[in-house]
T-cell receptor
Framework: DSGVTQTPKHLITATGQRVTLRCSPR?????VYWYQQSLDQGLQFLIQ???????AKGNILERFSAQQFPDLHSELNLSSLELGDSALYFC????????????????FGPGTRLLVL | DQQVKQNSPSLSVQEGRISILNCDYT??????FLWYKKYPAEGPTFLIS?????DKNEDGRFTVFLNKSAKHLSLHIVPSQPGDSAVYFC??????????????FGKGTKLSVKP
């Protein structure tokens, strides 16, 4: 158990809809990262928040947004969903803002499997 | 444009033998490399890492080798055990610039260790 929790585990929705994925980081971790893993793809970095502020952006679509709240939990909002958004979405956390720099380890949650029909 | 490549989608090894998982990268600015292991229905878990100033790092049965000139790293598991059966992801990062400071992952190699 990494200490990172994600809800829900599974989500089935229809095209055009909006969903919210939730992540609680490990106790004491200030950074939260979101990744997307599509079929046969590696994990694609979407966005990082550090202590409530956006820190880095990766391949995140404009239809997607995220935020980190004062209690450090984070939400990833996916809107106008398309079939191609079906994927595993992982949240990870780390103690500081360095991301992968200097080799800081990121601890991953179990993921949310999103299916868009 | 894949900056981190794991060209073998799968690998099958006999229990007790050595497993060698390979990873190639294209970005010479990468200065830290990590391996993650992933079981089904779980998130990736950190396994071992190596800084670009080293060419080898060892942790128990796991050893990572880095060949900077070839932009290649490998993970050796000796001896392999059935519990090692999982998907292994190679990841890289650079201390320089924007989102490149975050982890760039390969597509993974599925290791099957047969009893």
């Amino acid at each position: 158990d990494s200490g990172v929790t994600q809800t829900p585990k599974h989500l089935i929705t229809a095209t055009g809809q909006r969903v919210t994925l939730r992540c609680s980081p490990r106790s004491g971790d200030l950074s939260v990262y979101w990744y997307q893993q599509s079929l046969d793809q590696g994990l694609q970095f979407l966005i990082q928040y550090y202590n409530g502020e956006e820190r880095a952006k990766g391949n995140i679509l404009e239809r997607f947004s995220a935020q980190q709240f004062p209690d450090l939990h984070s939400e990833l909002n996916l809107s106008s969903l398309e079939l191609g958004d079906s994927a595993l979405y992982f949240c990870a956390s780390s103690p500081s803002f360095s991301g992968g720099r200097l080799g800081e380890t990121q601890y991953f949650g179990p993921g949310t499997r999103l299916l868009v029909l | 444009d894949q900056q981190v490549k794991q060209n073998s989608p799968s690998l099958s090894v006999q229990e007790g033998r050595i497993s060698i998982l390979n990873c190639d990268y294209t970005n010479s600015m990468f200065d830290y490399f990590l391996w993650y292991k992933k079981y089904p229905a779980e998130g990736p878990t950190f396994l071992i890492s190596i800084s670009s100033i080293k060419d080898k790092n060892e942790d128990g049965r796991f050893t990572v080798f880095l060949n900077k000139s070839a932009k290649h790293l490998s993970l050796h598991i000796v001896p392999s055990q059935p519990g090692d059966s999982a998907v292994y992801f190679c990841a890289a990062s650079s201390r320089y610039g924007g989102s490149q400071g975050n982890l760039i992952f390969g597509k993974g190699t599925k290791l099957s260790v047969k009893p």
